[in-house]
């Protein structure tokens, strides 16, 4: 790691480490003052912001590759993206990161959200509503309504889509090699929470969909503000944004700029997973070695 590289993620970690969830416990006299903090912290609090991207100029960029992953929640190194999925007994600070998104949408403060991964169209909460909830009508609610009558709460059933039915996060992004700086870099550009249908979660079906995706830029802030949980050290916590930022998860890729429209590896090669991680790998490979290969003369 150069020294450029090194003073980021020690600003990074400066800007990101705090009390989770357990502010104040053990100065707390009474269990309700758990969680309140104090003058300083908030103070600090309202002066913590997400670490700006460096301007990049297009001269600047020497080479470049857009790649978009898997991550899979089933691993455990992405743990944190996934819990907690039951919040009944845990502390408002303490979310899923499918959570804290849908928050940020609900509250208007994520509003670039877009139906696919080139982020040309655009979508609303309004939009997206039938990609999250499904209502339908009992049997019984069915008589109601062919008699004229009106309908009663009890014979309509709601199922929404919770973080406990994220199976994955498709991600988006692109590799480039900063000349100015002589370093490869990582920046994300989008992220999609996927699940399996809604119309059809109940009946057995597995077959994922990508729910929305998001211009993670915008997202920053939101991301900023919720952290996930530190197994290592519960009194230190980390945000999502600095999380997803310095790639503290596992991705697959799964696709790749190419020539060919940007097809995906599986249409390739298909149906042979461990051929498809193969590629997988082999593009990792590419770009990992295209900055060792900068040094060789």
Do not use: C
């Not at 059933?157 to 991600?171: F, G, M, P, T, V």
């Not at 999380?243 to 700029?257: A, C, M, P, Q, T």
């Amino acid at each position: 790691m150069s020294w450029r590289g090194f003073l980021v993620y020690g600003s990074l970690m400066f800007f990101t480490v705090g009390s989770f969830g357990q502010a104040n416990i053990l100065n707390a006299e009474s269990p309700d003052e758990i969680g309140k903090k104090s003058e300083a912290q908030i103070q600090a609090d309202a002066n913590d912001e997400p670490l700006e991207y460096g301007y990049v100029g297009d001269r600047d960029i020497l080479w470049s590759k857009g790649t978009w992953e898997i991550i899979d929640l089933d691993e455990r190194v992405n743990f944190p993206l996934y819990y907690p999925i039951d919040t009944n007994n845990i502390g408002s600070t303490r979310r899923s990161l499918y959570d804290v998104l849908m928050k940020g949408i609900k509250e208007g403060k994520i509003e670039n959200i877009y139906a696919d991964s080139y982020f040309t169209e655009k979508r609303t909460l309004k939009d997206i509503q039938a990609t999250l909830s499904k209502v339908d009508t009992t049997d019984l609610g069915i008589e109601q309504y062919n008699a004229g009558e009106e309908v009663d709460q009890q014979f309509i059933d709601r199922r929404d889509l919770s973080s406990a039915d994220i199976a994955e996060y498709h991600i988006r992004g692109i590799w480039y090699f900063d000349k100015r700086q002589a370093e490869l870099k990582y920046r994300l550009l989008g992220i999609a929470p996927v699940a399996p249908d809604v119309n059809f979660i109940d009946s057995g079906q597995t077959d994922l969909v990508e729910l929305f995706w998001v211009w993670y830029p915008d997202a920053r802030e939101i991301l900023h503000e919720a952290h996930a949980f530190n197994g290592r050290n519960t009194s230190s916590s980390v945000t999502f944004d600095h999380l997803l930022n310095s790639r503290r998860f596992n991705g697959v890729i799964y696709k790749e700029d190419n020539v060919q429209g940007d097809r995906e590896i599986n249409e390739y090669i298909a149906e042979n997973a461990f051929m498809q991680l193969l590629e997988s790998q082999r593009i990792k490979e590419q770009i990992r070695n295209f900055e060792q290969d900068m040094w060789n003369y």
